[in-house]
Each structure stands twice: as structure tokens, then as C-alpha cells.
């Protein structure tokens, strides 16, 4: 069983930047694709950004790119997201998640942790 505990969340200014950090325990961090989703009030999850085992591969959702970087430390087994420019639209709770290598649907869920970007 994987764990995952996020934290980094909290309340900014538009324009601030924020860095999301993700602990993982339980299984070798290295045998894990990771991303972030986010799920704002009222709405659905929805994918933000990933990055392979080896991080040679990140995929991004188009309103975050050029804005939000995905990263990982094997060495620490640490997922980070990095924000800048934050809007009020990113204000959403952010999950960190996990999937196997060989699995195509994220498995293991963080418990989340809140961005709230006041304009």
C-alpha cells in the first residue's frame, strides 16, 4: 500500500507562487508514476500535471503550462508541484496521486491540501 501525504497549500494573492510537496511511503518511489489533480468547489478532479518514474516524460493541462512545474527526488521520495502566477481559478484542493508502472489508473490518492488564490 502506498501512502501519500501532501502539504505546502494555504492562501495567496493572485500573481503569488506556491510549491505543493508530496511525501510517499510504502512502496519504492522510483516503481511510481505521480501526478497532481485538483478539484475546486462544486466541480470534478481534474488532471493538473504528471511525471514518469524517471521523470524524462511530465504531461500538463493547458491552463497551468508555462505556469506550474511538476518534479520528483527519488532520492527523498518527494513529488513537488511548483506554482507561479497564481490566478483565483487555480484555488481548488490538490491531490497528489500514484499509479504503478504498468497501471493505467492512479491508485493510490493523498488526502489533499487547499490552494486558496484571492484576487
Known amino acids: 500500500q502506498v501512502q501519500l501525504v501532501e502539504s505546502g497549500g494555504g492562501l495567496v494573492q493572485a500573481g503569488a507562487s506556491l510549491r505543493l510537496s508530496c511525501v510517499a511511503s510504502g512502496r519504492t518511489f522510483s516503481n511510481l508514476h505521480m501526478a497532481w489533480f485538483r478539484q475546486a468547489p462544486g466541480k470534478e478532479r481534474l488532471f493538473v500535471t504528471s511525471?514518469?518514474?524517471?521523470?524524462?516524460?511530465?504531461s500538463t493541462r493547458d491552463s497551468v503550462k508555462g505556469r506550474f512545474t511538476v518534479s520528483r527526488d527519488n532520492t527523498k521520495n518527494i513529488l513537488y508541484l511548483q506554482m507561479n502566477s497564481l490566478k483565483p481559478e487555480d484555488t481548488a484542493v490538490y491531490y497528489c496521486?500514484?499509479?504503478?508502472?504498468?497501471?493505467?489508473?492512479?491508485?493510490?490518492w493523498g488526502q489533499g491540501t487547499q490552494v486558496t488564490v484571492a484576487s
Open positions: 496521486a500514484a499509479r504503478d508502472l504498468l497501471e493505467e489508473q492512479y491508485k493510490y
Open positions: 511525471i514518469t518514474w524517471n521523470s524524462h516524460t511530465t
